[in-house]
């Protein structure tokens, strides 16, 4: 089983930057699909991005964060980082961290992770 940690989150006005570390221990990451997640209160929670932890290293972004968001790997950390560009009000959430270990997952459903990290805060104003 694997244990994942978010940080990097914080509060930043509207056009600003932030990156996202998604540290994993306890186990290898290979043939995993690692997402991310967000909630706002009141909302549900919903798909931002997903890599695939192999060779090919597949990434999927929602429509919303495209051109904003790129996601990135470290192999020898085993961490994934999330790079938010020009951050938007709307993109005020907590940011979970999520590991799949089936290879078949639907990287957009949350029910395809089952793990899950504590969240980090991401607060941006206008």
């Known amino acids: 089983q694997v244990q994942l940690v978010e940080s990097g989150g914080g509060l930043v006005q509207a056009g600003d930057s932030l990156r996202l570390s998604c540290a994993a221990s306890?186990?290898?990451?290979?043939?995993?699909?690692m997402g991310w997640f967000r909630q706002a209160p009141g909302k549900e929670r919903e798909f931002v991005a997903a890599i695939r932890w192999s060779s090919s290293g597949n990434t999927y972004y929602r429509d919303s964060v495209k051109g904003r968001f790129t996601l990135s790997r470290d192999n020898a950390k085993n961490t994934v980082y999330l790079q938010m560009n020009n951050l938007k009000p709307e993109d005020t959430a907590v940011y979970y961290c999520?590991?799949?270990?089936?290879?078949?997952?639907?990287?957009?459903?949350?029910?395809?992770?089952?793990?899950w990290g504590q969240g980090t805060q991401v607060t941006v104003s206008s």
């Open positions: 999520a590991a799949g270990s089936s290879s078949f997952s639907i990287y957009k459903l949350p029910g395809s992770y089952n793990y």
């Open positions: 306890g186990g290898t990451l290979n043939g995993y699909l």
